[in-house]
């Protein structure tokens, strides 16, 4: 099977809240990329609106939030699709991926492709 991922991955236990227009959900992430993340879909969730997933570095008080698509929901997991995130959080998330992959110049160049594919669907 042909690999599709055009970012890294990082696996990243941690506490996380979903903010829908509905309200908010407790959550867990599974993983992180800079374009992305999976976390386990809360009990009755069904929301297909966008949304903002916000969670804490661990041994921190640093909020990463990150507005989303979800992009699918199975097997008892959420694919979320950054829509949008502000440079504190995409500086943060990006050291954090640094820090647990080893390789900045595989982020530095995964930090430009996300900007170009964000610049080109909100021109």
């Known amino acids: 099977m042909e690999e599709k991922r ?3 991955r990082i696996l990243f236990d941690a506490k996380a809240h979903l903010h829908t227009s509905n ?3 407790h959550t867990r992430l599974h993983d992180l990329c800079l374009n992305g993340a999976m976390v ?6 069904t929301s297909t609106d966008p949304l ?3 969670f804490t570095l661990p041994g921190s008080d640093i909020e990463v939030r990150m507005p989303a698509d979800v992009m699918y929901q199975r097997g008892g997991f959420l694919g979320l699709k950054c829509a ?3 440079v ?3 500086t943060h998330l990006r050291r954090l991926l640094e820090l647990n992959t080893g390789d900045s110049s595989l982020l530095n160049r995964e930090l430009s492709q996300f900007i170009a594919e964000h ?4 021109p």
Do not use: M, R, T
């Open 6 to 8: 055009k970012f890294s």
């Open 23 to 25: 309200g908010e959900w």
């Open 40 to 45: 386990e879909q809360p009990a009755g969730f």
């Open 52 to 54: 903002e997933l916000v």
């Open 84 to 86: 949008f995130i502000d």
């Open 88 to 90: 504190d959080s995409i």
């Open 119 to 122: 610049d080109q669907a909100n």
